[in-house]
């Protein structure tokens, strides 16, 4: 069963085309990637799915609800993790998860018991009551994950969630993903450029270029497409070796983003 559908799915800025007629699927439950250098499409892509863009054609669902006809819906759908940091660093670990449960409406019971459950899961339980603006890298993005799966969401979005952090901590955090993935079935949706990743925690990966969809399917299947021992290489050989310039329309980024999505609310 697919919980995320995208079909013949278009975006255009100013005649410039960010995202070209892509379609793929993701199967509920499913950890899959979504891969492509510097302006190849997927920030725009996420940005559609999650309700901050919307597209020029095409067609979306995201648990059986379309992201432009029921925003609201779909919002309650998923979690996500912002490429750049969006916790408020002025509260304090429990205060950030506290006020994540009161813009989705959880329950107050509901939410404490939650917060405990992925405070400890992400082991910050112990830290709920220190200011976010004393926490390490490592230490926000794992309550932002944390923060993210409050609401109980069908789908976690994770942008370049371990980007600039070190190995030990990255190896921790994916596996609390594959743990929430296994223990509750959430779908996870993610980006990277760490091809080492992609390779270990997908099960199936989606190469965007351009804007177009080049290449998809397991690691093994890529692989073989190119005839390329390492889905790095694989990787270069679908996309190329030119270093790119940012996305099309990037300009929009994600600190505005947080803000228009707050505003949604």
Not at 103 to 128: C, F, H, S, T
Request: aromatic share 8%; proline share 3%; net charge negative.
């Amino acid at each position: 069963m697919n919980i995320i559908e995208v079909k013949n799915l278009s975006k255009k800025f100013k005649g410039l085309t960010a995202v070209d007629n892509i379609s793929f699927n993701v199967e509920k439950g499913e950890i899959f990637a979504f891969l492509g250098p510097n302006g190849a499409g997927k920030s725009t892509t996420i940005k559609m799915l999650t309700t901050l863009l919307h597209p020029t054609e095409g067609e979306m669902q995201l648990n059986g609800h379309n992201p432009v006809e029921n925003p609201d819906e779909v919002r309650r759908s998923f979690g996500i993790v912002f490429q750049d940091p969006s916790l408020d660093d002025e509260l304090t670990a429990y205060e950030n998860i506290e006020l994540h449960g009161v813009l989705y409406d959880v329950p107050r019971a509901i939410g404490r018991k939650r917060a405990e459950e992925l405070l400890k899961l992400v082991e910050l339980w112990d830290r709920k009551d220190d200011f976010v603006k004393t926490f390490s890298g490592g230490m926000k993005r794992r309550l932002e994950i944390a923060r993210g799966l409050l609401h109980h969401p069908k789908i976690l979005f994770l942008d370049e969630p371990t980007l600039g952090l070190d190995p030990q901590t990255r190896n921790h955090m994916w596996n609390y993903i594959k743990e929430l993935n296994q223990k509750e079935g959430i779908t996870v949706f993610f980006t990277t450029h760490y091809m080492e990743e992609a390779d270990r925690i997908a099960g199936r990966i989606a190469i965007i270029d351009h804007g177009k969809i080049v290449a998809s399917g397991t690691t093994q299947e890529l692989k073989e497409k190119t005839g390329k021992a390492s889905l790095e290489d694989a990787f270069l050989e679908l996309t190329g070796k030119v270093i790119r310039e940012e996305e099309a329309g990037s300009i929009d980024v994600m600190r505005m983003n947080r803000r228009m999505w707050a505003g949604k609310k």
